[in-house]
């Protein structure tokens, strides 16, 4: 068993590359091999986004607070609300975050494959954004 306590792991604001506007990134677990999970909590301010993405092996998120917006390419925008669960399948380029008038939180949980978690490819324009 491994306990880790809260505030053990340091929050960090989310690097302007792979993200728009103000987000929050708290670690929760990455696991060691032969496990290859990793989890961390997300928190968008208003507007606040990913950019387009893809993860080798699927990705999850729960959605624990507020209102947001998930899309995957060529898809519609969806709106996903707290207690929500979404999942992208291995490889399906996407991406989500908070809507433009409320803050949005979720769990991100996925597998690594040979390391790898995920590829960031281009930033969501304003208009992809806004549908």
């Given at each position: ?32 091999a032969p496990a290859r ?49 979404v999942f992208f399948e291995p490889g ?40």
């Amino acid at each position: 068993m491994k306990i880790i306590p809260v505030g053990s792991v340091a929050s960090v604001i989310a690097p302007e590359s792979y993200f728009t506007g103000r987000v929050v990134q708290t670690p929760l677990i990455s696991t060691e091999a032969p496990a290859r999970l990793a989890s961390t909590l997300v928190n968008f301010e208003p507007g606040a986004r990913t950019v387009w993405h893809t993860h080798p092996l699927g990705q999850t998120l729960y959605v624990v607070s507020g209102a947001g917006r998930v899309q995957s390419w060529g898809g519609p925008i969806r709106e996903i609300r707290a207690g929500d669960v979404v999942f992208f399948e291995p490889g399906e380029k996407h991406w989500h975050g908070a809507g433009p008038s409320s803050a949005m939180a979720h769990v991100a949980m996925q597998e690594g494959l040979e390391g790898r978690y995920v590829d960031w490819l281009e930033k969501v324009s304003d208009e992809q954004y806004a549908g």
